[in-house]
T-cell receptor, first 115, second 116 residues
Framework: AQSVTQLDSQVPVFEEAPVELRCNYS??????LFWYVQYPNQGLQLLLK????STLVKGINGFEAEFNKSQTSFHLRKPSVHISDTAEYFC?????????????WGLGTSLAVNP | DGGITQSPKYLFRKEGQNVTLSCEQN?????MYWYRQDPGQGLRLIYY???????QKGDIAEGYSVSREKKESFPLTVTSAQKNPTAFYLC???????????????FGPGTRLTVL
């Protein structure tokens, strides 16, 4: 069955430090991969997505993610975080099958950037 | 300005009352979704609709109902049968300007429902 695991529920980090938020998935077919960010009491905003092609994907706000098919991972990285990056981050997967549009979601990682 | 609107932002209701949450999109997307979000539980799918006049139950449909009479509107009713309705509710639509394989889900700002 398709599933998404975000390995860390909380990640504290100091401002200007690098960060990696980990995401692993399981699926028997090829997938599309997404990272979304949610600021407090707001909806989700798409950070980046992998559909095909280059496995290194660049998104908004200086984030990037790398698709690793052999390890079924799609980890999110930023080389230097800001206070304003404090938010909840969600990894999601969509199976590349027919008209399927449903996303399978991880439980989220809360990133806390401290001064 | 294209996007998804949800109203109201905050909603309070007494236990036992039905309540309807609004979701409107002007993105011309066919598919729309309702999610429920509780702390530490991520997003759980309540209902989704791939096309007008058609919708399917998601993972936690019990106690909820929807309609899809117009492409741009997908209201969610939280009925008195929902045992624990207090949560943050998110509406999303799914589409894009390219091939279907490139479609992305876009989210509204959410409605926080509190049942007293």
């Amino acid at each position: 069955a398709q599933s998404v695991t975000q390995l860390d529920s909380q990640v504290p980090v100091f401002e200007e430090a690098p960060v990696e938020l980990r995401c692993n998935y399981s699926s028997s077919v090829s997938v599309y991969l997404f990272w979304y960010v949610q600021y407090p009491n707001q909806g989700l905003q798409l950070l980046l997505k992998y559909l095909s092609g280059s496995t290194l994907v660049k998104g908004i706000n200086g984030f990037e993610a790398e698709f690793n098919k052999s390890q079924t991972s799609f980890h999110l990285r930023k080389p230097s975080v800001h206070i304003s990056d404090t938010a909840e981050y969600f990894c999601a997967v969509r199976e590349n099958a027919g008209n399927n549009r449903k996303l399978i979601w991880g439980l989220g990682t809360s990133l806390a950037v401290n001064p | 300005d294209g996007g998804i609107t949800q109203s109201p932002k905050y909603l309070f209701r007494k236990e036992g009352q039905n309540v309807t949450l609004s979701c409107e999109q002007n993105l011309n997307h066919d598919a729309m979704y309702w999610y429920r979000q509780d702390p530490g539980q991520g997003l759980r799918l309540i209902y989704y609709s791939q096309i007008v006049n058609d919708f399917q139950k998601g993972d936690i449909a019990e106690g909820y109902s929807v309609s899809r009479e117009k492409k741009e509107s997908f209201p969610l009713t939280v009925t008195s049968a929902q045992k624990n309705p207090t949560a943050f509710y998110l509406c999303a639509s799914h589409g894009g300007s390219g091939p279907p394989s490139t479609d992305t889900q876009y989210f509204g700002p959410g409605t926080r429902l509190t049942v007293l």
